[in-house]
């Protein structure tokens, strides 16, 4: 995909277009929301649960101790959540060490953040354990700014670690555009007032005010993100 990138730094009376873009990480930059699905039926399976393919769309995109939470107790196993939890996090690790698929566009895309000096974060429900390997693949420095949601109070669906990242950039929530891949993450960002592009993973995603939804980060460059923040305005 080809850009026409307005000058950085352009002004309305209105103030600036696109001041930063905060992106989530798994399914949204990273391919790895099948990672941690497989992880969690592996283990159960090892406690002698089988998990529900439906409970797929329940636990997705959001914090690790929902999650976690949610399916012991839908499936009664005999497991601590703090047990639990680490075994998540090891099980996910060992899948990222032997391969982690970037998403179609994504390093197109954050080459060309880098390249035009745009403020960018990466706001992630993942502990920092898992983003800290991620950033290997990624580049950490792609990003002025990481967010992991054992470092937030509370995180997704909460509009915390939006407004969190917003504040470490210094830059207006409203004038940040978020990617995000589930409603969970699009509830967060948009609780926080940002604007929203949805590259939808594993459900579907409808669109909505402040809330565009596109097949692929393919679709999505600057020259798209400085149009939607023309539009809202």
């Known amino acids: 995909m080809t850009s026409t990138v ?9 103030g600036s277009a696109l001041q930063a873009v905060l992106l989530d990480m798994d399914g949204t930059l990273v391919d790895t929301e099948g990672f941690w699905w497989d992880v969690e039926v592996e283990i159960f399976a090892g406690l002698g649960h089988t998990l529900d393919d439906s409970w797929r769309h329940v636990v997705v995109g959001g914090p690790m101790s929902r999650s976690a939470g949610f399916l012991i ?18 099980g996910f690790e060992d ?9 179609p566009g994504a390093a197109r895309l954050l080459a060309e953040l880098s390249a035009y000096g ?9 502990h920092r354990r898992i983003i800290d390997r991620v950033l290997t693949s990624l580049g950490a420095h792609h990003f002025a700014l990481t967010v992991a949601g054992d470092e937030v109070r509370r995180t997704k669906p909460h509009p915390d670690p939006y407004l969190f990242a917003a504040a470490g950039l210094g830059v207006d929530p409203a004038r940040c555009a978020v990617i995000e891949d589930t409603a969970t993450g699009v509830a967060a960002a948009e609780a926080a007032g940002c604007q929203v592009v949805a590259v939808p ?6 669109p909505a005010d402040r809330r565009t939804v596109v097949a692929s980060l393919e679709e999505v460059d600057l020259a798209f993100l400085h149009g939607l923040m023309t539009e809202m305005r």
């Open 6 to 14: 307005p000058a950085l730094g352009t002004r309305t009376a209105e």
């Open 73 to 90: 107790e839908a499936t009664g196993a005999g497991i601590a959540l703090a047990e639990l939890t680490v075994l998540l996090n090891q």
């Open 95 to 103: 899948r990222i060490d032997r391969a982690l698929p970037l998403m």
């Open 118 to 126: 745009i403020p960018t974060a990466l706001v992630s429900a993942s």
């Open 201 to 206: 993973s594993v459900a579907p995603i409808a």
